[in-house]
């Protein structure tokens, strides 16, 4: 099938932005372990050559891809045309291994970077970004928990794009309820397992990218507990690896199927068989000491993969969005407001039309939130990183606490968002942004997985206020209101947004007085009440957190404004700023106190109606 038109854009100057001017990563680069990888050109270099790859191996491929799809043919999955080659050019450029340690053969630059490099490729292909995403994640896994014989074993290769990786944790009977898993493992007297059971949803399940594919498969050991306390992770390669890391026989890993669906279509969604023949064989993830040991040591993978799926989110948001913007300066019908009753009037492009510049800046404050949200975990695991070498502030425990404060937030309100945005830019062209012809329509198909996969947004929601909000007894939470009450403090009396941030000091209150409602529902005999506002809460907390970005970004625009003449490009860049975050502070942040005052009414109305009142079918 013939390649497609690249549809994807991207605004480097607002990633470079991000990084350097809000999140300091030219900081970074000047420290340990991250001196001496990039400098400040050549990031810039690095995100050149990103946004060279998206947009002309990658982006060029992804409705034909769609289009295509993958399939089966005797016995294994088949990726659409041009797959192979994009993913050997990936890997050849090194754009794959910019954050990996130089240990494995990477540049060992900060997560900053790295998740800037994600962005540009998976926004120009979301189904080919996930299978070497997928494989660095497995590989993460084996480099924390293996044996030193494992790492040694598999590492090189799944970091140097030889092998592939996947995570199996899916069951038919059991969907998110990991727990209930049913995939046994047998030991053998090699101190090798026998691996029987199924997989579903498996992503990036089996395809011809490479010459072996590693699964990591949940199982449950002979007389294991009930339960995830009773789950053992497996490598279970494809086909079998030798002593000397050559690929030999099948490994009794089958293919049962490929899902057909909405979006990601390139993605082989796959169902996987192990041990139909008895003889699929699997080694414990760290030696024949750590069974039981497998959702402690899934969670580095999982944690990793919800990142990335808010990376998924941000990168196709925006690109939808630029593409609005984009047809919305072309684009010309109907005359300005101005002069709406004069048929003899020019048309004018349709960006002059006020309902449009409202969905057109809506997407902009939403999209540059969600990039500054994931930009501020990357900062903050950079941050941890330069504490453990003894840099920075030292505080390694708080950077990891708000790693883990935000990563829910990071995965589901991005998630949600990104189909909205999709849907906004949509409705911003009009009847042919219904159609295929400009690329939008694909991007909210994609964007709908990512709300469902990688733990449901409302798995997502209970984690934080299940987990989250008490994790370090309550520290990580502290810290961040904390964080968020300095900056209410230095600005409210700020010239340009003082009444905005005034009104992040109300939020952030409610906020606060939210969690403590929380608290008596969980020790006060409400707990019914938690799962029915969990997903507002996390709402809430993430449009706090972006508000508080986005007047960050406004304060330091604000200075760059008196630096640069009305004439310069960056000036209409950083009054952008600024109208971003009056926009979100002025239409999306009063949200959070109407969203505080709904959950204090503790409306149980979900749980109290009967099933027969719901309709008669």
Request: charge should be negative.
């Amino acid at each position: 099938m013939a390649q497609g038109q690249n549809h994807y854009l991207a605004d480097l100057r607002e990633i470079q932005f991000v990084l350097f001017e809000q999140f300091g990563l030219g900081e970074l680069l000047k420290s340990a372990p991250f001196v001496g990888t990039f400098d400040e050109s050549g990031v810039d270099m690095v995100l050149d050559e990103a946004y060279q790859f998206a947009t002309t191996v990658v982006g060029p491929i992804n409705s034909s891809g769609d289009a295509e799809g993958c399939r089966i043919e005797n016995g294994q999955v088949k990726t659409p045309a041009g797959f192979k080659d994009a993913w050997k050019r990936a890997y050849d450029s090194g754009l794959r291994q910019v954050s990996l340690s130089p240990e494995w053969g990477g540049s060992g630059a900060p997560t900053l970077l790295g998740m800037a490099v994600e962005e540009l490729v998976s926004g120009a292909n979301t189904s080919f970004a996930m299978y070497p995403g997928l494989s660095i994640g497995a590989a993460e896994v084996i480099e924390k928990f293996g044996t030193h014989e494992q790492k040694q074993l598999f590492l090189p290769k799944l970091y140097g794009g030889q092998w592939a990786g996947t995570m199996c944790l899916t069951e038919p009977h059991a969907g998110s309820d990991v727990g209930s898993a049913r995939t046994r493992a047998v030991k053998q007297a090699d101190g090798s397992y026998l691996i029987t059971g199924t997989k579903m949803f498996i992503s990036a399940g089996d395809h011809d990218l490479t010459e072996n594919i590693i699964h990591l498969v949940l199982a449950r050991t002979e007389n294991a507990p009930a339960g995830t306390k009773g789950l053992s992770l497996f490598i279970v390669p494809k086909y079998c690896v030798a002593a000397d890391g050559t690929s030999g026989e099948p490994n009794d890993v089958a293919v049962g199927g490929i899902e057909h669906k909405m979006g990601i279509r390139a993605s082989s969604t796959a169902v996987l068989n192990f041990g139909e023949s008895g003889t699929c064989r699997g080694h414990l993830v760290g030696g024949l000491s750590s069974e039981h040991q497998g959702m402690k040591q899934m969670f580095i993978l999982m944690n990793f993969a919800r990142i990335g799926v808010g990376i998924q989110s941000l990168a196709v948001a925006s690109t939808a969005y630029l593409n609005a913007l984009r047809y919305a300066r072309e684009r010309k019908q109907g005359s300005s407001i101005k002069n709406f009753k004069d048929p003899t009037v020019p048309r004018v492009p349709i960006i002059e039309h006020p309902d449009v510049r409202r969905m057109l800046l809506d997407m902009k404050c939403r999209v540059e939130g969600l990039r500054s949200l994931i930009a501020k975990l990357a900062s903050h695991n950079d941050r941890a990183t330069l504490a453990q070498h003894g840099g920075g502030d030292g505080n390694a425990s708080y950077h990891l606490g708000q790693v883990e404060l935000l990563t829910p937030l990071v995965k589901a309100y991005g998630s949600d968002q990104s189909f909205r945005i999709c849907e906004t830019a949509i409705q911003t062209l009009g009847g042919v942004g219904y159609t295929a012809d400009y690329g939008i329509e694909q991007y909210c198909r994609d964007a709908k997985i990512f709300s469902i996969y990688e733990g449901t947004n409302h798995i997502q929601a209970m984690d934080l206020v299940g987990r989250k909000l008490g994790m370090a007894s309550g520290a990580n939470l502290q810290a961040y209101l904390t964080d968020v009450q300095n900056f209410v403090t230095a600005h409210s009396e700020h010239p340009v947004i003082g009444a905005e941030v005034k009104l992040l000091g109300e939020t952030t209150a409610a906020l606060q007085g939210t969690t403590m409602r929380l608290l008596s529902w969980f020790y006060g005999g409400q707990l019914d009440l938690v799962p029915l506002v969990a997903n507002r809460f996390l709402e809430m907390m993430s449009e706090n957190t972006i508000a508080w970005l986005l007047l960050d970004q406004a304060v330091l625009a604000g200075k760059k404004l008196t630096e640069v003449s009305a004439d310069h490009p960056d000036y209409s860049f950083y009054l952008g700023k600024r109208y971003s975050a009056q926009y979100f502070a002025r239409n999306v942040l009063p949200g959070v106190l109407d969203k505080a005052d709904i959950l204090a009414r503790e409306d149980k109305s979900p749980v109290e109606i009967p099933d027969a009142a719901f309709a008669r079918v």
